[in-house]
Nanobody, 122 residues
């Protein structure tokens, strides 16, 4: 089970940090993880992904240089630090487990969190 949190309302140029906490029998360190987002009326978009140990990360073109994905396996938690936020970053953000690495489409995921809403005002 995945629980995403940390969303909210922020002004353009501001920052937010999202968290995704996992629970279950399987060690968190055995999962490659990812963030997706979905804006109203749009398809789900890849945001970032991180390998099992955290040593390798990937980012979608629209967030490169502004967002940072990280994880603390001992805390069963993944993070998404979002800086220099833009109104176009407004979306529901989801965390998920990747079933194939490095494949970053929604079809290559298994478990999903419930999503957390990020709203960026101009």
């Amino acid at each position: 089970q995945l629980q995403a949190s940390g969303g909210g309302l922020v002004q353009a140029g501001g920052s937010l940090r999202l968290s995704c906490t996992a629970s279950g029998r399987r060690p968190f360190s055995t999962y490659a993880m990812t963030w997706f987002r979905q804006a109203p009326g749009k398809e789900r978009e890849f945001v970032a992904a991180i390998s099992w140990s955290g040593s390798t990360t990937y980012y979608g073109d629209s967030v490169k240089g502004r967002f940072t994905i990280s994880r603390v396996n001992a805390m069963n938690t993944m993070y998404l630090q979002m800086n220099s936020l833009k109104p176009e970053d407004t979306a529901v953000y989801y965390c998920a487990v990747l079933s194939r690495w490095p494949q970053f489409s929604p079809e290559e995921t298994t478990y999903w969190g419930q999503g957390t809403l990020v709203t960026v005002s101009s």
